[in-house]
């Protein structure tokens, strides 16, 4: 029991460590090395590389990879690519705090866009006021920011909407694909890597890189931006599986609890850092936000509504599913992982 505990808390102090540390450590990436396109880029090469040689050595198992399931998932990893490169561009030209307040905004329009187009109830009178607390800390924290401008806020948008969209449209497609995690992580990141020379080319990013590399000649190596993307690499393939280990150790609501905390870490940290984030009074607006996030985590928990408490079920027996597959693979010979 005491290894067992042990375990646990070792898994959720690191994804809390991963979580609340890797906005802060894209921030400081992008500002090394201003490529946003090729940062992600690098970024999907390590995680699908992780995955499949941590897969190939039998650390964990994933779906295997083939051509009629990836042109099926292909419209959900669009969405992917599309919220991790407004994403990126976002914190390229704001600081974190503004991220982390446009990030909560996310269950407003997803609760929008339930009622709207999925047909669902509409939100209780809790879940009602907690997300106009965090629409009223976002706007408080919009009119103060004195780092406003209009291509960091049109960003800010787009990363919205995209944002918006993968929570609602890729739960769909991973329910009917009937992906496992490591399988979800794995699809997304190879499709988007794919995208990414394509994006690239319509930005014009690459001739920026072209350029950098015929200016600077033989001293195109950067020591301190090498150790900023190699960090943004390996955290965001952390993540991954801090938080797939850490959400089958934990109940939901603790791993809720642990997700709202760590917006409060990153926010602590940013802080103390650099000089990279809001006033005081746009802090507290940020705060006001994440609050009114508590709130709403806390109304659609105790709802209790038939509909959410079956598809929690069935969630959590699909996560059992998966790992029983992960248990086999790990007992499997080699040459059973490899048929």
Same mark, same amino acid.
């Given at each position: 029991?005491?290894?067992?505990?042990?375990?646990?808390?070792?898994?959720?102090?690191?994804?809390?460590?991963? %979580?609340?540390?890797? #906005?802060?450590?894209?921030?400081?990436?992008?500002?090394?090395?201003?490529?946003?396109?090729?940062?992600? !880029?690098?970024?999907?090469?390590?995680?699908?590389?992780?995955?499949?040689?941590?897969?190939?050595?039998?650390?964990?198992?994933?779906? $295997? =990879? @083939?051509?009629?399931?990836?042109?099926?998932?292909? $419209?959900?990893?669009?969405?992917?690519?599309?919220?991790? =490169?407004?994403?990126?561009?976002?914190? +390229?030209?704001?600081?974190?705090?503004?991220?982390?307040?446009?990030?909560?905004?996310?269950?407003?329009?997803? !609760?929008? !866009?339930?009622?709207?187009?999925?047909?669902? $109830?509409?939100?209780?009178?809790?879940? =009602?006021?907690?997300?106009?607390?965090?629409?009223?800390?976002?706007?408080?924290?919009?009119?103060?920011?004195?780092?406003?401008?209009?291509?960091?806020?049109?960003?800010?948008?787009?990363?919205?909407?995209?944002?918006?969209? *993968?929570?609602?449209?890729?739960?769909?497609?991973?329910?009917?694909?009937?992906?496992?995690?490591?399988?979800?992580?794995?699809?997304?990141?190879?499709?988007?890597?794919?995208?990414?020379?394509?994006?690239?080319?319509?930005?014009?990013?690459?001739?920026?890189?072209?350029? /950098?590399?015929?200016?600077?000649? *033989?001293?195109?190596?950067?020591?301190?931006?090498?150790?900023?993307?190699?960090?943004?690499?390996?955290?965001?393939?952390?993540?991954?599986?801090?938080?797939?280990?850490?959400?089958? /150790?934990?109940?939901?609501?603790? =791993?809720?609890?642990?997700?709202?905390?760590? +917006?409060?870490?990153?926010?602590?940290?940013?802080?103390?850092?650099?000089?990279?984030?809001?006033?005081?009074?746009?802090?507290?607006?940020?705060?006001?936000?994440?609050?009114?996030?508590?709130?709403?985590?806390?109304?659609?928990?105790?709802?209790?509504?038939?509909?959410?408490?079956?598809?929690?079920? #069935? @969630?959590?027996?699909?996560? *059992?599913?998966?790992?029983?597959? *992960?248990?086999? %693979?790990?007992?499997?010979?080699?040459?059973?992982?490899?048929?």
């Amino acid at each position: 029991m005491a290894k067992q505990s042990y375990a646990t808390s070792s898994l959720v102090l690191g994804y809390a460590l991963c %979580s609340s540390l890797l #906005a802060i450590i894209n921030k400081y990436a992008i500002t090394k090395f201003s490529y946003p396109g090729l940062l992600t !880029a690098l970024q999907y090469l390590t995680s699908v590389v992780g995955v499949w040689s941590l897969g190939k050595l039998g650390f964990l198992y994933h779906d $295997p =990879f @083939n051509l009629q399931t990836a042109k099926k998932f292909a $419209p959900a990893a669009l969405v992917f690519y599309l919220a991790i =490169f407004t994403n990126t561009h976002l914190l +390229k030209h704001a600081n974190v705090d503004t991220f982390i307040v446009f990030r909560s905004l996310t269950p407003l329009l997803v !609760a929008i !866009a339930d009622t709207t187009f999925r047909k669902q $109830p509409c939100p209780s009178k809790l879940t =009602f006021l907690s997300l106009v607390i965090i629409l009223g800390g976002a706007l408080g924290y919009v009119m103060t920011d004195s780092g406003f401008t209009l291509t960091a806020y049109s960003w800010a948008v787009a990363y919205l909407v995209t944002i918006t969209t *993968e929570m609602v449209y890729i739960k769909h497609m991973v329910t009917n694909l009937r992906l496992n995690t490591w399988g979800f992580v794995l699809y997304n990141n190879l499709l988007s890597l794919i995208m990414a020379p394509v994006f690239g080319i319509l930005t014009g990013e690459h001739l920026s890189v072209f350029r /950098a590399f015929e200016s600077r000649g *033989e001293s195109w190596f950067e020591l301190d931006a090498f150790v900023a993307v190699s960090l943004s690499c390996v955290f965001g393939l952390l993540i991954s599986f801090f938080g797939f280990a850490a959400r089958k /150790a934990v109940s939901a609501t603790a =791993f809720t609890v642990t997700g709202v905390v760590n +917006k409060f870490l990153t926010v602590t940290i940013n802080v103390m850092i650099w000089d990279k984030h809001a006033n005081g009074f746009g802090l507290v607006c940020l705060i006001f936000t994440l609050a009114g996030g508590i709130f709403y985590q806390q109304s659609v928990t105790t709802k209790g509504n038939a509909p959410a408490l079956r598809e929690m079920v #069935a @969630n959590r027996g699909n996560d *059992e599913t998966d790992l029983d597959k *992960e248990k086999q %693979s790990l007992v499997s010979s080699p040459k059973d992982s490899r048929d």
